[in-house]
């Protein structure tokens, strides 16, 4: 039986993904060299196709990384010599700090309880934090920060550099790369991809950043910045890139655009309303986040009174796939990815089925 | 036109990928969560059947990396508080070595020109340097270091580390485990695959190492060795891993254990000695290893009389695709990768068709 996943990431493949793969092994690209025009003009044509749907001006490189944990780490290299600050609201939020020391970098945080969420007002950034680290959407909690707020805290702040980890949200938000210095995603959520890829939007002030760091410290060695922009001047990367990977993004982005990101954003918002309504009028279910606008529109967290296990279980029966909650929520809340990948009568469907337990 | 690449990677992708592709799609395997028990089932099958083809003891680990690139980076990160050593003879060699410097190690070296190979009796190693660094095969110039010769270099200086790049020739190399600390490799050379994935062998002595440089220095942050351990030992990945990529290498593993890893590096000697004949007895062809225990089995390199990208372009005219030399001998070499992919007579075909050229 083929199943529907509605799970955060690995997810569901989008539709057109067997297709491309068929055209990418039918064109022998798992064999070309990643010196050749061949590459560069492939390359090329993601980087453009990302450029256009995410609405990203040439003072920002678009950059092709292992995964977005990776860009975590190449961004603080890249953007802190010395001090850091994080908003941390969940897991993954928390993570990105936590790499900030073990580069050594002394780490400021905002801390709030998994489920809240931030508003630029209540937040003062330290005054000698270097970057302002931001998590779009919080995978493990479910909750956004509206974009309004992102762009409101980089207008108080902007002197700072910025960077928008948007790994399970993109391409939803519509960021203002005028305010963001830099963002980054992976493959395997929104765009309904297999995982092996990160992609790292970064701007002309964060390289000069990193070259200036580089006169006394160490900005890493693999990837590094400098490097990095150097080679994606030449559609080119420094190290054998995941040539399939950035295949089936260009030809997936393409597909996004032939739609157009703003109907795309709105069939999110659609099925988002559907869940969380379903969410708020079934008992035993409600919304993990109280604040309406800090609701995630591409995961939907629920508490659920019954086990979270008994409920994935007979949706799967039903041929859906639902993620748990995150660490000590694993038993008591479901997550529910809204991607594009998933139509409105898949989700439709799901809501039915939930109803029906 | 189907073409039968001999370029040393990416290379021709070896003749199950397909049906093991297939395999993954009709699984829906790209959607599998990679915290669920199915894809810690996928992760050991991959590496018990890397285990099995290349003799690695249990107190090794084997990880999974976005490249080996990246392999460079943490290997020097996990192993390297202050110094390190490098036999460098082209150009993978060198960076390995500048990526030393950029960590802000003290990266000493022993170089020779291109072409030429190192024994272990003329290397001395630096009294403070914690990490030999050596290149079994080196990819720009064709260059091999005989397995006797690296395990004597480790005989002879018990007390340091070693770490073997083999990049572009595992699984040819029968190293020995209980001498080499670690080793990596990456999947778009010998087995095949596309590019995107890294695969690192490394010692628990390694990760001894890495905890204790650990209190004084980083050891980075982004797969940082005693996290992607921690991870390993549940068949997990810190970061959402290249599923496709270690399922694929996982199957690609068992074919060649099917076959024996005895047999296939027969094969690869036997392919190799065919291209060096012709290249030796050939007017207008040379070998550009001059000395015969140096010559890669995995990529000769070929210095050439008449233009190589001629000889490049009337190859490719008969459905055959081979490499340029590397760097300053683009114009006059050729560089033909001899991996499993390509069969007997393949290799056959290819050296009748350069010789009527």
Same mark, same amino acid.
């Given at each position: 039986?083929?199943?529907?996943?509605?799970?955060?990431?690995?997810? #569901?493949?989008?539709?057109?993904?067997?297709?491309?793969?068929?055209?990418?092994?039918? @064109?022998?690209?798992?064999?070309?060299?990643?010196?050749?025009? #061949?590459?560069?003009?492939?390359?090329?044509?993601?980087?453009?196709?990302?450029?256009?749907?995410?609405?990203?001006?040439?003072?920002?490189?678009?950059?092709?990384? @292992?995964?977005?944990? %990776?860009?975590?780490?190449?961004?603080?290299?890249?953007?802190?010599?010395?001090?850091?600050?994080?908003?941390?609201?969940?897991?993954?939020? =928390?993570?990105?700090?936590?790499?900030?020391?073990?580069?050594?970098?002394?780490?400021?945080?905002?801390?709030?309880?998994?489920?809240?969420?931030?508003?630029?007002? %209540?937040?003062?950034?330290?005054?000698?934090?270097?970057?302002?680290?931001?998590?779009?959407?919080?995978?493990?909690?479910?909750?956004?920060?509206?974009?309004? %707020?992102?762009?409101?805290?980089?207008? =108080?702040?902007?002197?700072?550099?910025?960077?928008?980890?948007?790994?399970?949200?993109?391409?939803?938000?519509?960021?203002?790369? !005028?305010?963001?210095?830099?963002?980054?995603?992976?493959? +395997?959520?929104?765009?309904?991809?297999?995982? @092996?890829?990160?992609?790292?939007?970064?701007?002309? &002030?964060?390289?000069?950043?990193?070259? #200036?760091?580089k006169n006394q410290y160490s900005i890493g060695a693999h990837?590094?910045?400098?490097?990095?922009? =150097?080679?994606?001047? !030449?559609?080119?990367?420094?190290?054998?890139?995941?040539?399939?990977?950035i295949y089936l993004l260009g030809k997936i982005a393409e597909?996004?655009?032939?739609?157009?990101? @703003?109907?795309?954003? =709105?069939?999110?918002?659609? &099925?988002?309303?559907?869940?969380?309504?379903?969410?708020? &009028?079934?008992?035993?279910?409600?919304?993990?986040?109280?604040?309406? +606008?800090?609701?995630? #529109?591409?995961?939907?967290?629920?508490?659920?009174?019954?086990?979270?296990?008994?409920?994935?279980?007979?949706?799967?029966?039903?041929?859906?796939?639902?993620?748990?909650?995150?660490?000590?929520? &694993?038993?008591?809340?479901?997550?529910?990815?809204?991607?594009?990948?998933?139509?409105?009568?898949?989700?439709?469907?799901?809501? +039915?089925?939930?109803?029906?337990?």
């Amino acid at each position: 039986m083929s199943l529907t996943f509605f799970t955060p990431g690995p997810a #569901q493949l989008y539709p057109t993904f067997e297709q491309h793969l068929q055209s990418f092994v039918s @064109g022998q690209l798992g064999s070309i060299s990643h010196r050749s025009q #061949q590459y560069r003009d492939l390359h090329k044509f993601t980087v453009d196709q990302l450029r256009i749907l995410l609405n990203v001006p040439d003072t920002h490189a678009i950059m092709f990384l @292992g995964s977005a944990s %990776e860009a975590w780490e190449r961004i603080l290299f890249s953007c802190v010599e010395l001090e850091s600050f994080h908003l941390v609201n969940g897991s993954f939020s =928390k993570k990105f700090c936590e790499y900030s020391t073990a580069l050594n970098k002394y780490a400021h945080k905002f801390e709030k309880p998994m489920g809240e969420g931030f508003t630029a007002d %209540e937040i003062e950034v330290p005054e000698y934090a270097e970057l302002i680290c931001v998590t779009h959407n919080e995978t493990s909690s479910g909750v956004q920060m509206p974009v309004s %707020e992102i762009h409101k805290l980089k207008q =108080k702040n902007p002197d700072k550099l910025i960077a928008v980890d948007m790994v399970s949200s993109a391409p939803y938000p519509d960021l203002d790369y !005028n305010l963001i210095d830099t963002a980054f995603f992976s493959v +395997q959520k929104a765009f309904g991809l297999p995982a @092996g890829l990160g992609v790292w939007i970064v701007s002309e &002030k964060c390289l000069e950043k990193a070259r #200036q760091i580089k006169n006394q410290y160490s900005i890493g060695a693999h990837n590094d910045l400098p490097t990095l922009w =150097k080679n994606a001047l !030449n559609n080119e990367t420094p190290a054998t890139p995941n040539v399939m990977g950035i295949y089936l993004l260009g030809k997936i982005a393409e597909d996004f655009n032939k739609i157009g990101v @703003g109907e795309i954003r =709105k069939a999110t918002e659609q &099925k988002a309303a559907l869940i969380y309504d379903f969410v708020e &009028k079934t008992s035993g279910f409600s919304s993990f986040v109280k604040e309406v +606008q800090n609701r995630s #529109q591409t995961v939907v967290v629920a508490n659920v009174e019954a086990s979270s296990a008994d409920i994935i279980k007979k949706i799967k029966e039903k041929g859906m796939v639902i993620g748990s909650g995150y660490g000590e929520f &694993k038993g008591s809340q479901l997550r529910i990815a809204n991607f594009p990948a998933t139509s409105y009568d898949a989700v439709e469907e799901l809501v +039915q089925e939930l109803g029906n337990i």
